[in-house]
């Protein structure tokens, strides 16, 4: 993944946009989703604060990257507001690098609920990115 030369703040989060190139290993098939993904460089009392303010709920990462669903298929979606599975596998692969991971280090924060905001994928003792849905306004989705 390539990530912008500045960081942006999202809802009092730094993050590093990634620039519209397809992570190592993928196929994005979605040109949205090029520009959605941000790498986290806030400090971790702010992603703390972040998931308590926004998070609604928590959602399981499958156990092995094979086992994502097909690529247009949400893993979150309330209304018109979705988190697509190729976006959330392209985080993964961010905070993990190729090969196997243990999903129990990896939680996927549900922040769409009520008031629709970028959901935040966080692996424990590692880092964090940040997920716009498509369907957010440029002014929430701040990617």
């Known amino acids: 993944m390539e990530w912008q030369d500045e960081t942006n703040t999202v809802i009092e989060l730094e993050i590093l946009p990634n620039r519209p190139v397809e ?5 994005l098939t979605d040109e949205s989703a090029k520009g959605a993904i941000g790498l986290v460089v ?4 702010k992603v703390d604060e972040y998931v308590d303010v926004l998070a609604d709920d928590t959602v399981d990462i499958p156990e092995y990257y094979s086992r994502f669903p ?3 298929e949400p893993m979150i979606q309330h209304g018109d507001d979705a988190l697509f599975s190729e976006w959330v596998e392209a985080a993964v692969r ?3 690098g190729g090969g196997r991971y243990d999903e129990s280090e990896f939680t996927l924060y549900d922040c769409l609920v009520d008031d629709p905001q970028p959901c935040l994928l966080l692996r424990e003792r590692v880092g964090a990115v940040l997920l716009a849905p498509a369907d957010l306004s440029p002014e ?3 990617l």
Do not use: A, H, Y
């Not at 992570?23 to 196929?27: H, I, Q, S, V």
């Not at 806030?42 to 009392?45: G, I, R, V």
């Open 23 to 27: 992570p190592d290993g993928m196929r």
């Open 42 to 45: 806030s400090p971790p009392t």
């Open 70 to 72: 097909d690529n247009r």
């Open 94 to 96: 961010v905070l993990n």
């Open 140 to 142: 929430v989705k701040g």
